[in-house]
């Protein structure tokens, strides 16, 4: 562990007297929040963050992390993310200033010093979520988890599908050759006439750079042969509708932006605690939809705050079955919106006795689906005999098993077949003109536990507490892209947008904490001033 003379001397003592004023300390209101944000970093325990420093001396003394990370974090609460826009305000601004004491803190440092510590701010981030809950700021009775869509570090033009990569690897390949016979020729002639044998270890420069860009191009090539391959799973023609693949950050996924048309994109993930909107947990994931993430969030909530949420909100983004199912195994009541696999009231499809039909006169109230059939809901399930009944009353039973994707998760569903669509009178509104043999219903292993949740979802305390969904999450949000800026992400890689996401949600939560903590005291000392008087 170094020693207390090991970090950097303070340039300015904050009681010193300069001629702009008294003190340093002397332009900062008693009330100004910089107070408070300092206050609530000398609590934190930054030994992980020393740890990472050498402790003999090299060269002049580093600045302590708890500073450097300070400014950082103060920055993006003030809504200043770049290096060099944070590097200014510890030239010109006093509240900066202050809080570092005077030190100037240039951009490089500041750069490096922000793509560092990946574990630390993540035990930070657990620092700050301890000390709300302490308070009672976090109570964790319900979250509320959601993505949305930040753009990429890459250019929207910058995307190339895999047939346009492969043109330019191969011009790249023809033109590498071309130099490589070139040097050879040359190394040849200066052989016969140096007499020299030996021969470069290294390409030269030029020739590096090039094989640097074909590696890159290679890369995403296959990358985008990859993203054709899962089209061509998900019934997409990728000769017709290839992917684009980004070429500045290549983890980054051509996704739907929030405002119209297609980007390069990630997808951050944030849990919101509902008591105070306090961040319990954060990610980001390169796919569209953030389904995979739902569970992870509940065992990280858990490893940081000792305990798990009782109440877990979701959008139909995240209906998944197989969440559904993991929720109730873990213990958490889930609430998303959630369609039940039978027939519900007002349905005439809900009879006593499915074995016999519907009446023709309601027909018609009968639900349909998007391709103006009759929906799934019209077929009443039969446990006992594991065979559904169609409207008309005719058996659909067992007819096979098929793997298919839902929600990201493999599941296996069972098909069931009717017999009797021949000579119905429902047939036109029931089986598709493309069906070649009866109307088919399948049925994947979550039924159950879907139904339990759309019985759940139906009570008048969860739509009321349902209706508090995007208070909690898209608030969030909304401060993290209004107030701190974070429209566009500024570092490439998933890895690295993860970090970057990690300090906004970081100083998202140390400002909320500062916030509270001001009107806690407030509140406590108008109440000692009420009780003296």
């Known amino acids: 562990m170094a020693t207390i003379d090991y970090w950097a001397e303070a340039p300015l003592s ?17 009330d100004d929040s910089v107070r408070l944000f300092d206050e609530v970093l000398g609590e934190v325990d930054w030994s992980p963050w020393e740890a990472e420093y050498h402790a003999a001396r090299r060269g002049q003394p580093p600045i302590h992390p708890r500073h450097v990370a300070g400014a950082i974090l103060y920055g993006l609460c003030r809504g200043l993310r770049s290096s060099r826009k944070l590097e200014e305000a510890t030239v010109y601004r006093l509240d900066f200033r202050w809080l570092l004491l005077g030190r100037r803190i240039d951009h490089t440092t500041l750069s490096k010093f922000r793509g560092k510590f990946r574990s630390q701010l993540k035990d930070l981030f657990k620092q700050l979520g301890r000390i709300a809950m302490t308070i009672g700021l976090i109570r964790l009775g319900e979250v509320a988890f959601d993505g949305t869509r930040v753009k990429a570090n890459n250019s929207r033009y910058a995307t190339r599908t895999a047939k346009t990569l492969a043109e330019k690897l191969a011009a790249l390949d023809a033109l590498f050759d071309e130099m490589m016979d070139a040097l050879e020729a040359t190394d040849a002639a200066e052989q016969k006439t140096f007499n020299q044998d030996d021969s470069p270890t290294q390409l030269p420069p030029e020739l590096a750079e090039l094989d640097a860009r074909r590696e890159k191009i290679r890369a995403a090539m296959e990358q985008a042969q990859a993203a054709d391959e899962q089209r061509k799973k998900k019934g997409v023609n990728p000769e017709q509708n290839p ?7 290549p983890d980054s996924r051509v996704m739907p932006n929030k405002e119209g048309g297609y980007a390069p994109n990630y997808t951050p993930v944030a849990t919101t605690d509902g008591e105070n909107g306090f961040i319990v947990d954060c990610d980001v994931t390169d796919e569209v939809n953030e389904a995979s993430l739902a569970l992870p969030s509940v065992e990280n909530i858990e490893a940081i705050f000792g305990e798990k949420p009782e109440k877990f909100l979701t959008d139909a983004g995240n209906n998944h079955g197989h969440i559904m199912q993991q929720m109730e195994e873990a213990g958490v009541a889930f609430y998303a919106p959630a369609t039940p696999s039978g027939p519900q009231e007002g349905n005439p499809a809900k009879r006593d006795d499915p074995t016999q039909p519907v009446p023709q006169e309601q027909w018609n109230e009968l639900p349909r ?6 929906d799934k809901s019209c077929f009443v399930y039969d446990d006992e005999l594991d065979q559904y009944h169609c409207p008309q009353g005719e058996t659909l039973a067992f007819e096979k098993t098929k793997p298919d994707v839902r929600g990201g998760a493999r599941v296996t569903l069972r098909v069931y077949r009717c017999d009797a669509c021949a000579g119905c009178p429902l047939a036109e509104h029931c089986v598709s003109s493309q069906s070649k043999g009866g109307r088919t219903i399948t049925r994947d292993g979550y039924e159950e536990v879907r139904d339990r949740t759309a019985a759940r979802m139906a009570t008048e305390e969860a739509r009321e507490l349902y209706n508090q969904r995007p208070r909690i999450a898209e608030t969030t949000f909304g401060n993290m892209k209004s107030i701190l800026g974070l429209r566009q992400f500024l570092l490439r890689g998933l890895e690295n947008v993860k970090h970057e996401w990690q300090w906004a949600c970081t100083a998202f939560n140390l400002g909320k904490l500062v916030r509270h903590l001001a009107r806690l005291r407030a509140e406590f000392a108008q109440l000692a001033a009420d009780g003296e008087s």
């Open 14 to 30: 904050r009681e010193q007297i300069p001629l702009f004023d008294p003190t340093l300390d002397g332009v900062i209101a008693e």
């Open 369 to 374: 689906n998007s391709q103006k059939k009759l």
């Open 243 to 249: 992917a684009q693949t980004p070429t500045t950050d």
